[in-house]
Protein backbone atom coordinates (compact mmCIF):
# COMPACT_ATOMS: atom_id res chain seq x y z
CA UNK A 1 0.00 0.00 0.00
CA UNK A 2 1.77 3.45 -0.99
CA UNK A 3 1.17 6.48 1.24
CA UNK A 4 -1.79 7.98 -0.48
CA UNK A 5 -3.91 5.23 0.02
CA UNK A 6 -2.60 4.86 3.37
CA UNK A 7 -3.57 8.40 4.42
CA UNK A 8 -7.03 7.68 2.44
CA UNK A 9 -7.66 4.65 4.55
CA UNK A 10 -6.49 6.46 7.70
CA UNK A 11 -7.59 9.69 7.67
CA UNK A 12 -10.55 10.21 4.83
CA UNK A 13 -13.01 6.85 4.73
CA UNK A 14 -13.58 6.91 8.01
CA UNK A 15 -14.73 10.45 8.13
CA UNK A 16 -17.07 9.38 5.22
CA UNK A 17 -14.36 11.45 2.65
CA UNK A 18 -12.69 10.35 -0.56
CA UNK A 19 -8.95 11.72 -0.71
CA UNK A 20 -8.28 13.01 -4.68
CA UNK A 21 -5.10 14.06 -4.36
CA UNK A 22 -1.88 14.62 -1.84
CA UNK A 23 1.66 15.54 -1.89
CA UNK A 24 4.17 15.88 0.86
CA UNK A 25 5.70 18.95 1.66
CA UNK A 26 8.01 21.54 4.05
CA UNK A 27 8.06 24.50 4.90
CA UNK A 28 9.62 27.15 2.96
CA UNK A 29 11.78 29.54 5.27
CA UNK A 30 14.63 31.06 2.71
CA UNK A 31 15.14 30.76 -0.86
CA UNK A 32 16.84 27.15 -0.94
CA UNK A 33 20.23 26.44 -2.85
CA UNK A 34 20.72 23.96 -5.54
CA UNK A 35 23.75 22.37 -3.43
CA UNK A 36 21.30 21.95 -0.82
CA UNK A 37 19.19 18.29 -0.29
CA UNK A 38 16.55 18.59 -1.15
CA UNK A 39 14.71 16.85 1.45
CA UNK A 40 15.65 18.29 4.89
CA UNK A 41 15.70 16.17 7.96
CA UNK A 42 12.80 16.30 10.46
CA UNK A 43 10.30 14.31 13.18
CA UNK A 44 7.55 13.92 11.12
CA UNK A 45 6.66 14.41 7.39
CA UNK A 46 4.11 16.82 6.46
CA UNK A 47 1.42 16.04 3.73
CA UNK A 48 -1.16 18.58 2.05
CA UNK A 49 -4.18 16.48 1.12
CA UNK A 50 -7.49 17.36 -0.99
CA UNK A 51 -10.86 15.78 -0.44
CA UNK A 52 -13.78 15.36 -1.02
CA UNK A 53 -17.14 14.88 1.02
CA UNK A 54 -19.16 11.29 -0.47
CA UNK A 55 -22.32 13.13 0.68
CA UNK A 56 -24.20 15.81 -1.13
CA UNK A 57 -23.91 18.27 -1.08
CA UNK A 58 -20.29 17.52 -1.72
CA UNK A 59 -18.41 19.76 0.65
CA UNK A 60 -14.35 19.88 -0.61
CA UNK A 61 -11.75 20.47 1.69
CA UNK A 62 -8.05 20.82 2.14
CA UNK A 63 -6.55 18.82 4.83
CA UNK A 64 -2.51 18.94 6.69
CA UNK A 65 -1.72 15.81 7.84
CA UNK A 66 1.45 14.64 9.77
CA UNK A 67 3.45 11.50 10.02
CA UNK A 68 5.73 11.31 13.14
CA UNK A 69 8.71 9.52 13.00
CA UNK A 70 9.00 5.90 13.75
CA UNK A 71 4.86 5.51 13.29
CA UNK A 72 2.67 4.09 10.33
CA UNK A 73 -0.39 5.98 11.18
CA UNK A 74 -1.06 9.68 10.04
CA UNK A 75 -2.52 12.26 12.35
CA UNK A 76 -4.63 15.14 10.68
CA UNK A 77 -3.32 18.58 12.24
CA UNK A 78 -5.90 21.36 10.26
CA UNK A 79 -8.73 21.24 7.72
CA UNK A 80 -10.08 24.12 5.43
CA UNK A 81 -13.18 24.11 3.25
CA UNK A 82 -12.53 25.35 0.17
CA UNK A 83 -14.52 28.87 0.62
CA UNK A 84 -12.01 29.56 3.30
CA UNK A 85 -8.76 28.90 0.46
CA UNK A 86 -8.49 32.18 -1.26
CA UNK A 87 -5.31 31.61 -3.66
CA UNK A 88 -3.34 29.29 -5.02
CA UNK A 89 0.14 30.71 -5.88
CA UNK A 90 2.60 28.50 -8.17
CA UNK A 91 5.43 30.98 -7.62
CA UNK A 92 6.74 30.40 -11.31
CA UNK A 93 4.72 30.82 -14.51
CA UNK A 94 7.62 29.99 -16.59
CA UNK A 95 8.86 27.08 -15.59
CA UNK A 96 8.07 23.89 -13.54
CA UNK A 97 9.34 24.15 -9.76
CA UNK A 98 8.38 22.58 -6.40
CA UNK A 99 7.29 25.93 -4.38
CA UNK A 100 4.05 27.06 -4.07
CA UNK A 101 1.69 28.93 -1.67
CA UNK A 102 -1.51 28.61 -0.46
CA UNK A 103 -3.32 31.63 0.95
CA UNK A 104 -6.48 31.09 3.38
CA UNK A 105 -8.69 33.38 5.37
CA UNK A 106 -6.53 32.88 8.33
CA UNK A 107 -3.32 31.57 7.31
CA UNK A 108 -0.58 31.75 4.89
CA UNK A 109 1.12 28.85 4.07
CA UNK A 110 4.47 29.21 1.53
CA UNK A 111 5.47 25.24 0.70
CA UNK A 112 8.06 23.09 -1.37
CA UNK A 113 6.99 19.41 -2.68
CA UNK A 114 9.33 16.97 -3.08
CA UNK A 115 9.78 17.51 -6.43
CA UNK A 116 8.24 19.44 -9.63
CA UNK A 117 5.99 16.89 -11.00
CA UNK A 118 4.17 16.16 -7.58
CA UNK A 119 3.83 20.29 -7.15
CA UNK A 120 2.19 20.03 -10.66
CA UNK A 121 -0.04 16.76 -9.94
CA UNK A 122 -1.24 18.77 -6.96
CA UNK A 123 -2.19 21.88 -8.29
CA UNK A 124 -3.54 20.32 -11.50
CA UNK A 125 -5.80 17.99 -9.70
CA UNK A 126 -7.00 20.88 -7.21
CA UNK A 127 -7.33 23.13 -9.90
CA UNK A 128 -9.93 20.44 -11.72
CA UNK A 129 -11.57 20.20 -8.23
CA UNK A 130 -12.35 23.65 -7.39
CA UNK A 131 -14.06 24.47 -11.20
CA UNK A 132 -15.99 21.13 -10.92
CA UNK A 133 -17.30 22.46 -6.95
CA UNK A 134 -17.91 26.03 -8.22
CA UNK A 135 -19.95 25.09 -11.00
CA UNK A 136 -21.96 22.96 -8.86
CA UNK A 137 -22.17 25.43 -6.23
CA UNK A 138 -23.40 28.26 -9.06
CA UNK A 139 -25.72 25.15 -10.45
CA UNK A 140 -27.25 24.60 -6.67
CA UNK A 141 -28.19 28.58 -6.40
CA UNK A 142 -29.30 28.82 -9.65
CA UNK A 143 -32.28 26.00 -8.79
CA UNK A 144 -32.46 28.03 -5.61
CA UNK A 145 -33.43 31.16 -7.52
CA UNK A 146 -35.49 29.67 -9.99
CA UNK A 147 -37.50 27.87 -6.94
CA UNK A 148 -37.90 30.86 -5.24
CA UNK A 149 -39.00 33.32 -8.13
CA UNK A 150 -41.82 30.53 -8.87
CA UNK A 151 -43.08 30.46 -5.21
CA UNK A 152 -43.32 34.62 -5.65
CA UNK A 153 -45.15 33.99 -8.69
CA UNK A 154 -47.52 31.31 -7.21
CA UNK A 155 -47.98 34.16 -4.07
CA UNK A 156 -48.45 36.88 -6.42
CA UNK A 157 -51.20 35.07 -8.58
CA UNK A 158 -52.89 33.58 -5.11
CA UNK A 159 -52.92 37.09 -3.98
CA UNK A 160 -55.09 38.27 -6.93
CA UNK A 161 -57.95 36.83 -5.57
CA UNK A 162 -58.86 38.30 -2.87
CA UNK A 163 -61.67 40.27 -2.92
CA UNK A 164 -61.75 44.22 -3.01
CA UNK A 165 -62.79 44.55 0.68
CA UNK A 166 -60.00 42.53 1.88
CA UNK A 167 -56.87 45.12 3.31
CA UNK A 168 -53.83 44.93 2.52
CA UNK A 169 -51.73 41.46 2.38
CA UNK A 170 -48.38 40.52 2.40
CA UNK A 171 -48.25 38.45 -0.76
CA UNK A 172 -48.96 42.21 -2.41
CA UNK A 173 -47.27 42.39 -5.89
CA UNK A 174 -45.48 45.58 -3.88
CA UNK A 175 -44.63 43.54 -0.80
CA UNK A 176 -43.39 40.40 -2.92
CA UNK A 177 -41.26 43.09 -5.04
CA UNK A 178 -39.57 44.67 -2.42
CA UNK A 179 -38.69 40.99 -0.68
CA UNK A 180 -36.98 40.09 -3.72
CA UNK A 181 -35.19 43.35 -3.97
CA UNK A 182 -34.28 42.94 -0.24
CA UNK A 183 -32.88 39.49 -1.05
CA UNK A 184 -30.42 40.56 -3.87
CA UNK A 185 -29.22 43.91 -1.80
CA UNK A 186 -28.50 41.11 1.12
CA UNK A 187 -26.75 38.07 -1.13
CA UNK A 188 -22.92 38.33 -1.46
CA UNK A 189 -21.90 35.99 -4.06
CA UNK A 190 -19.14 33.09 -3.24
CA UNK A 191 -15.51 34.28 -3.80
CA UNK A 192 -14.38 31.59 -5.84
CA UNK A 193 -10.43 30.45 -5.52
CA UNK A 194 -7.82 32.62 -7.32
CA UNK A 195 -5.23 30.67 -9.33
CA UNK A 196 -2.01 32.77 -9.56
CA UNK A 197 1.52 32.27 -11.25
CA UNK A 198 0.24 28.89 -12.00
CA UNK A 199 1.69 26.93 -15.75
CA UNK A 200 -0.92 27.63 -18.23
CA UNK A 201 -0.63 24.00 -18.90
CA UNK A 202 -1.93 22.96 -15.54
CA UNK A 203 -5.29 25.06 -15.77
CA UNK A 204 -6.00 24.86 -19.78
CA UNK A 205 -7.60 22.25 -21.91
CA UNK A 206 -4.10 20.72 -21.95
CA UNK A 207 -3.82 19.35 -18.58
CA UNK A 208 -5.11 16.05 -19.20
CA UNK A 209 -2.23 15.09 -21.55
CA UNK A 210 0.53 16.48 -18.81
CA UNK A 211 -1.47 14.75 -15.51
CA UNK A 212 0.03 11.66 -17.33
CA UNK A 213 3.54 13.01 -18.32
CA UNK A 214 3.86 14.22 -14.34
CA UNK A 215 2.77 11.12 -13.12
CA UNK A 216 5.11 9.29 -14.93
CA UNK A 217 8.12 11.96 -13.90
CA UNK A 218 7.06 11.40 -10.01
CA UNK A 219 7.12 7.52 -10.39
CA UNK A 220 10.24 8.00 -12.25
CA UNK A 221 11.40 10.57 -9.35
CA UNK A 222 10.65 8.11 -6.62
CA UNK A 223 12.23 5.37 -8.22
CA UNK A 224 15.10 6.81 -8.36
CA UNK A 225 15.53 8.35 -5.13
CA UNK A 226 14.90 4.50 -3.91
CA UNK A 227 17.85 3.80 -5.56
CA UNK A 228 19.98 6.48 -4.49
CA UNK A 229 18.94 5.37 -0.98
CA UNK A 230 20.11 1.68 -1.68
CA UNK A 231 22.83 2.78 -3.33
CA UNK A 232 24.45 5.21 -0.61
CA UNK A 233 23.80 1.98 1.87
CA UNK A 234 25.04 -0.91 0.13
CA UNK A 235 28.20 1.42 -2.47
CA UNK A 236 29.06 -0.66 -5.51
CA UNK A 237 25.69 -1.68 -6.52
CA UNK A 238 22.99 -0.41 -8.39
CA UNK A 239 25.09 2.08 -10.27
CA UNK A 240 23.82 0.52 -13.48
CA UNK A 241 19.82 0.78 -12.65
CA UNK A 242 20.41 4.22 -11.23
CA UNK A 243 21.93 5.36 -14.63
CA UNK A 244 19.02 3.59 -16.78
CA UNK A 245 16.51 5.47 -14.38
CA UNK A 246 18.29 8.49 -14.95
CA UNK A 247 18.14 8.21 -18.56
CA UNK A 248 14.34 6.95 -18.78
CA UNK A 249 13.87 10.24 -16.73
CA UNK A 250 15.61 12.83 -19.35
CA UNK A 251 13.78 10.97 -22.19
CA UNK A 252 10.40 10.95 -20.45
CA UNK A 253 10.89 14.95 -19.57
CA UNK A 254 11.96 15.40 -23.78
CA UNK A 255 9.37 13.44 -24.74
CA UNK A 256 6.88 15.03 -22.40
CA UNK A 257 7.85 18.88 -23.54
CA UNK A 258 7.10 17.56 -27.23
CA UNK A 259 3.78 16.27 -26.25
CA UNK A 260 2.72 19.34 -24.39
CA UNK A 261 3.89 21.60 -27.59
CA UNK A 262 1.62 19.46 -29.64
CA UNK A 263 -0.93 19.70 -27.77
CA UNK A 264 -0.53 23.62 -27.28
CA UNK A 265 -0.76 23.74 -30.89
CA UNK A 266 -4.13 21.65 -30.88
CA UNK A 267 -5.40 24.11 -28.22
CA UNK A 268 -4.82 26.86 -30.47
CA UNK A 269 -6.38 25.39 -33.66
CA UNK A 270 -9.14 24.83 -32.17
CA UNK A 271 -9.66 28.00 -30.83
CA UNK A 272 -8.86 30.00 -34.04
CA UNK A 273 -11.47 27.63 -35.53
CA UNK A 274 -14.72 28.39 -32.44
CA UNK A 275 -13.03 32.15 -33.62
CA UNK A 276 -13.67 31.45 -37.38
CA UNK A 277 -16.95 29.93 -36.61
CA UNK A 278 -18.54 32.48 -34.59
CA UNK A 279 -17.42 34.87 -37.54
CA UNK A 280 -19.10 33.03 -40.56
CA UNK A 281 -22.26 32.27 -38.23
CA UNK A 282 -22.42 36.26 -37.33
CA UNK A 283 -21.80 36.81 -41.44
CA UNK A 284 -24.59 34.46 -42.27
CA UNK A 285 -27.11 36.13 -39.48
CA UNK A 286 -26.19 39.68 -41.01
CA UNK A 287 -27.16 38.95 -44.72
CA UNK A 288 -29.98 36.51 -44.05
CA UNK A 289 -32.37 39.69 -43.21
Known sequence: MNIQSAINKDIFIPRD?????AVEVWRRKRKRMS??????????????CVSVTNTKPHQLNITKVKQF????????RSQWTVEQLRQVNGINPNKDSPEFDLLFDNAVDQWVASSSAEKCIFVQILYHACQTYWEGKAGILANAGKLGK????RG???????????GPTDSSPGSAARAVKTRRKSYVPPRQTEFI?????????ARTMNL???RCKAFLNRMKNKMVANQSRSPGRGSNMGNVVQRVNVALGERGDRLSRAEDKTVKLMRK??????????LALKYSK
Open 273 to 282: AQQFADTAHK
Open 35 to 48: FLPNKPKGEYATFI
Open 150 to 153: LGRQ
Open 69 to 76: QGSSSFTR
Open 17 to 21: ERMLV
Open 156 to 166: ISSGTHHEVGD
Open 212 to 214: VIY
Open 197 to 205: NCQSKLTRD
